[in-house]
Structures are given as C-alpha cells and as structure tokens.
C-alpha cells in the first residue's frame, strides 16, 4: 500500500512542476566553456556535437579521448606523439 501511495506521489509532482520559460536563444550561437576536468567535457561535446557547437572555450583540459585513466597516461605521458589513428 505504501509503494502504491508514493508511486501517485511521484506522478503528482510530475504534474505539479512549472512550465520553463521560453528564451531567445539561436542554437547555432551555442558554445560550450570548459576549465581542467570541465574542459574534458567541453572537448568531447565540442567533438560529439560539432555540426550544432559554434565552439568550445577550454582552459586547463586535456585532448580528446585523453578522459580516461588508461587514455590519460598514454596521451599525456608518451615519450612519443600522439597517433592520428589512437584519437
């Protein structure tokens, strides 16, 4: 009985939540900032969406496809370059 209650507790808040309001946005205007771990993600959305991003402001982020930790030490910490086939 308890599970029913707050399963139309849960639907109820769905209902009562506002409408957000409409903003005079241009989606082709739209860029992405990035600092240190945020500029990771600013590069992989900048890459994942680049036929809508206009660009990307990173500061302090790594290269692309460098987020994770085994990634991480083969981009930042190769004694050679960067292969064009491993990004």
Same mark, same amino acid.
């Given at each position: 009985?308890m599970s029913i209650s707050l399963i139309f507790l849960l639907i109820g808040c769905c209902f009562a939540a506002e $409408?957000? +309001?409409?903003? &005079?946005?241009? /989606?082709?205007?739209?860029?992405?900032?990035?600092?240190?771990?945020?500029?990771?993600? +600013?590069?992989?959305? *900048?890459?994942?969406? %680049? +036929?809508?991003? $206009?660009?990307?402001?990173?500061?302090?982020?790594? /290269?692309? &496809?460098?987020?994770? *930790?085994?990634?991480?030490? &083969?981009?930042?910490? +190769? %004694?050679?370059?960067?292969?064009? *086939?491993?990004?």
């Amino acid at each position: 009985m308890m599970s029913i209650s707050l399963i139309f507790l849960l639907i109820g808040c769905c209902f009562a939540a506002e $409408k957000l +309001a409409s903003y &005079n946005v241009d /989606p082709s205007e739209t860029s992405v900032p990035g600092i240190s771990s945020g500029g990771y993600f +600013a590069t992989l959305v *900048q890459v994942a969406f %680049s +036929a809508s991003i $206009k660009g990307a402001g990173i500061v302090a982020g790594g /290269p692309y &496809n460098c987020g994770g *930790q085994m990634s991480y030490t &083969n981009c930042m910490y +190769a %004694s050679r370059g960067v292969s064009l *086939q491993f990004i």
